[in-house]
């Protein structure tokens, strides 16, 4: 991978939209809530070993925690009739429990139907309903939209209103194994696995993946997006399927993973974000939830399992980071990330992102004024984690070309073992992990925040996270001739590793160290209230609040830099 | 080399015929047939002709081979047992012809060193837990095979040999592994055990070696089985806290592998890392010790990997750093011991 981005439009791989994968999906909408209704109902009696005794419990439970959830949190999107549906799940089962005239296969098949009734409405209520009319529109508005307004911004005169000499491609940079990525997608399915820092990423890919020529992705996203309406628009449009996280419920969870399982079988790519939620601390991800991303490995060994072995069933995790210099929501992330991580009160979710205006705000801040996003495109790999080839062969560390299906082979068959297929969960994350931090573009900003603060744990070493972070920001200041000094060593550490291909670098890096740290400066966390980090008037480099530079530090955690100080 | 045996499709494979390698061919060969990887091709010939190892007799069954491919098509679990220090290149001379479906079981007890390209150990200025392998982390690093287990327990090849009762613990992550190890091996004087932590096994198997050493010096030294019983305690929490410090758990360490193995290894004239103490004991040093020994002892690499690493952690290790003195300084090993019964272990517990 380069450290130049990509700027020009793909044709489109499928120009038919009735070619889409997600188009076919759905279409047959309803045939395929149904299949995923009933395999999930399937796996939850595998799971009870078909004793009624643990179905009827896990099914009162179910119920109890649904009619809680009902009183304790009820959301604007929640369908009308979710208390009387469950009050009906409630009287059967009360009914069924008093029935005494019922056999046991009886009794078993009445609380099947119950269950049956539930991932029934599970799956339709988490199944997109994607609109291709929606996608078009949206698509026309982010990309004509937001080119306006970036040009509006950038060039200078009358002529401003009318100039195409920048696009969204200049301003949010593309770079890495696209071409791959592209042929692949025309073959087999493609899981794209990126970072999760914004609200504002699930836009900002699916922008991509139309700008690439790729046909709309399905990704899961979270409900309460839903509560407002201007990201339900986009949501729908972008083939966002439903993930409630208020029901924990085994029902619930395994539907929903059937679904994504389902819907991978079925040939649609997906977009899962592995950390599962927004990094709080800024960190890359270094921990994954490994639920939806069980359902990669599940749903390839299905597909060798039906006999697909060619390509056309071959299903490919791409790795995306993406890179910013200013995360809007900051502020409410790490707040987040302290109280979880020092127990000192319990913590409630805050959204900046809670209103449209808000956001429009932010959108027409965004593109008005400067600060570049990159997008990087890591290599593809099979749900083992090995390389693929541009045919999508995987291979070994060597070149020599492997077979994925032999991985589920077991005495010579492909065999179902779900404790086998865990690890290999655990080991595909571990994997993604790996390659987040390889793909991922150091920026200016990252590396004056890392420096920064760095300097200021090393002048405090006895005080723990905590109480350095209490420090008042007043008494903070770091000469600008030690923290230049700094920087550079930084600096040439993160070279070193570019050269080893552990990481890679924006382009802006390769300027005068002054230049760098004045970009960086400029750039870091440049929206908000309080900034991270700031030359006073005297020269030296000061804080205006600590938690950010914190926040906007962690990004190069996991790189061993830390050892420099 | 193909002999006509090669149609049976269910072959399990040997690689590495020392003592141990032998003793577990024999044993799979009561159920299956056996395919050996040797390296010398007298020993490959004696087998397949005469049907005996350096004079004693082994089952018919069992087939040798100097060719990896032919291993490897035509068997699905290998067990390695090649020692430590051939173990990296070993796993490169099998991984082209190795694929996902494989499975390895090693039982080999030792560390590997996994140094940046071009450096050696007296290059580095500290050694690192990514510079440890154990030999399920070399496999996994060499070779495409995902499905890995290990070999460990009071296993002495010995006895094994001469088939008396035994038990071992076969660990992996992955229970299929698990069970392939147990119904290849598990016969009525052989019980099979399993356990998912394979890291804490392995290491276990490799840490115990150091303590092996120490036993048969202050057995060498005449100095009596009170104070074999306190080094075997000592060893144990030392070994705990090394296990920990690269990531083994705790419950490993007081299993079959862990503390049935020190005791067993502690207490054996049979086992090489316990010679190797004993002679240091008798006078002897380390390169006249090593000059005269027919196979490795996984213990002398150990204790000098483990003690530049242990350096590093902040925690001590004295059983260790004293054997390194002894073994690579110029400590003598009775002011080794004295240092040893001064040292201040205060609690006796302090890990459960």
Request: proline letters at 3%.
């Amino acid at each position: 991978m380069t450290d130049d981005y990509i700027k020009r439009k793909y044709e489109p791989i499928l120009p038919q939209k009735d070619e889409w994968p997600v188009m076919k999906l759905s279409k047959s909408r309803k045939e395929f809530v149904k299949t995923v209704a009933e395999a999930a109902k399937n796996r939850i009696l595998e799971f009870t070993g078909g004793k009624v005794e643990v179905l009827k419990e896990e099914l009162e439970t179910t119920h109890y925690r649904e009619k809680l959830r009902i009183k304790q949190n009820p959301w604007a999107v929640d369908p009308e009739d979710d208390y009387d549906f469950w009050n009906g799940v409630k009287s059967s089962l009360v009914q069924l429990s008093a029935d005494n005239t019922l056999n046991k296969t009886q009794r078993k098949k009445k609380y099947i139907d119950i269950l049956d009734e539930i991932t029934l409405r599970y799956a339709e209520e988490i199944a997109s309903t994607f609109k291709h009319t929606h996608y078009k529109v949206t698509r026309s508005i982010v990309t004509t939209g937001f080119a306006r307004l970036l040009n509006a911004a950038r060039v200078k005169g009358f002529k401003r209103l009318f100039s195409n000499q920048y696009t969204l491609q200049d301003k949010i940079q593309i770079i890495g194994e696209t071409k791959q990525l592209r042929d692949l997608a025309s073959k087999g399915t493609i899981i794209m696995v990126p970072t999760h820092f914004s609200n504002l990423d699930s836009i900002l890919i699916g922008w991509i993946i139309s700008v690439l020529g790729l046909p709309p992705f399905i990704y899961g996203a979270g409900l309460n997006l839903f509560n407002i309406e201007i990201f339900a628009y986009f949501m729908n449009a972008l083939g966002a399927y439903k993930v409630d996280r208020r029901k924990k419920n085994l029902v619930y969870i395994e539907t929903l993973k059937t679904y994504s399982s389902e819907a991978i079988q079925f040939g649609v790519h997906s977009l899962f974000f592995p950390g599962g939620t927004r990094s709080r601390s800024g960190k890359i991800e270094s921990k994954l939830k490994l639920g939806l991303l069980s359902t990669a490995i599940e749903a390839q060994r299905a597909n060798y399992q039906k006999g697909i072995n060619d390509i056309s069933g071959k299903i490919f995790i791409v790795p995306v980071t993406i890179n910013y210099h200013f995360v809007l929501e900051a502020p409410s992330l790490i707040k987040e990330h302290l109280s979880i991580t020092g127990q000192e009160r319990y913590y409630q979710e805050s959204d900046e992102f809670s209103t449209s205006l808000k956001i429009s705000k932010f959108l027409l801040k965004f593109f008005t004024k400067g600060s570049d996003i990159s997008v990087s495109v890591g290599k593809a790999m099979d749900v083992l984690g090995h390389y693929v080839d541009q045919d999508g062969n995987s291979m070994d560390k060597n070149g020599r070309t492997i077979d994925t299906r032999d991985y589920f082979i077991s005495n010579g068959n492909i065999t179902v073992d779900t404790q086998r297929e865990e690890e290999y969960t655990n080991r595909l994350g571990n994997r993604i992990v790996q390659e987040f931090h390889i793909i991922n573009r150091v920026f200016s900003s990252h590396l004056v925040a890392f420096t920064a603060f760095q300097m200021i744990k090393r002048e405090n070493k006895k005080m723990d996270l905590f109480n350095l972070l209490r420090l008042p920001e007043e008494e903070l200041s770091i000469s600008y001739a030690s923290f230049k000094a700094e920087c550079k060593r930084v600096l040439e550490r993160i070279f070193e590793l570019r050269d080893k291909g552990k990481v890679h670098i924006a382009p802006h890096l390769r300027r005068e160290i002054d230049q760098i740290i004045t970009h960086g400066l400029e750039n870091v966390g440049m929206y908000h209230a309080k900034r991270p980090l700031v030359k006073d008037k005297k020269g030296n480099i000061i804080t205006e609040d600590l938690n950010l530079l914190y926040y906007y530090h962690n990004r190069l955690d996991g790189y061993d830099l830390e050892k420099l100080f | 080399m193909i002999s006509k045996n090669s149609f049976k499709p269910k072959s399990v494979g040997v690689v590495g015929l020392g003592s141990f390698g032998a003793a577990i061919a024999s044993l799979l060969s009561e159920k299956n047939h056996v395919i050996a990887y040797a390296r010398r091709s007298e020993l490959v010939e004696e087998i397949n002709t005469k049907h005996s190892i350096d004079g004693s007799p082994i089952n018919h069954q069992i087939q040798a081979t100097q060719d990896p491919e032919f291993l490897c098509q035509s068997c699905e679990v290998i067990f390695f047992m090649v020692p430590s220090s051939a173990f990296m290149d070993v796993t490169r001379l099998f991984s082209p012809f190795l694929y996902p479906y494989h499975m390895i079981i090693h039982g080999t007890k030792g560390l590997c060193l996994n140094l940046p390209e071009g450096k050696s150990q007296s290059d580095m200025k500290e050694i690192r837990r990514e510079n440890i392998l154990t030999m399920s982390e070399v496999i996994l690093k060499e070779t495409v095979v995902i499905r890995v287990g290990c070999l460990a327990g009071p296993n002495l090849a010995k006895e094994l040999a001469v088939g008396l009762p035994a038990a071992t613990v076969v660990a992996s992550r992955f229970n299929e592994v698990i069970h392939q190890g147990q119904n290849l091996l598990r016969t009525e004087k052989f019980q099979v055990y399993g356990n998912s932590d394979i890291i804490g096994v392995e290491l276990s198997g490799v840490l115990k070696n150091i303590i092996a050493i120490a036993s048969g010096a202050l057995a060498g030294l005449g100095l009596g089985e009170n104070a074999k019983g306190l080094l075997i305690s000592r060893g144990m929490v030392e070994l705990i806290y090394m296990g920990n410090a690269l990531g083994g758990s705790l419950k490993s360490f007081i299993g079959l592998a862990g503390i049935g193995d020190l005791v067993t290894t502690c207490n054996s004239t049979l086992s090489r890392n316990y010679t190797v103490g004993y002679r240091l004991a008798k006078g002897e040093s380390l390169s006249e010790i090593q000059a005269t020994m027919e196979e490795v002892a996984e213990g002398i690499n150990t204790i000098r990997l483990m003690k530049n690493f242990m350096e590093n952690t902040g925690t001590r290790a004295p059983i260790t750093e004293n054997l390194y003195k002894v073994l690579f300084g110029d400590l003598k090993i009775e002011e080794a011991v004295q240092y040893l019964m001064k040292y201040p272990f205060n609690v006796d517990v302090d890990f459960l």
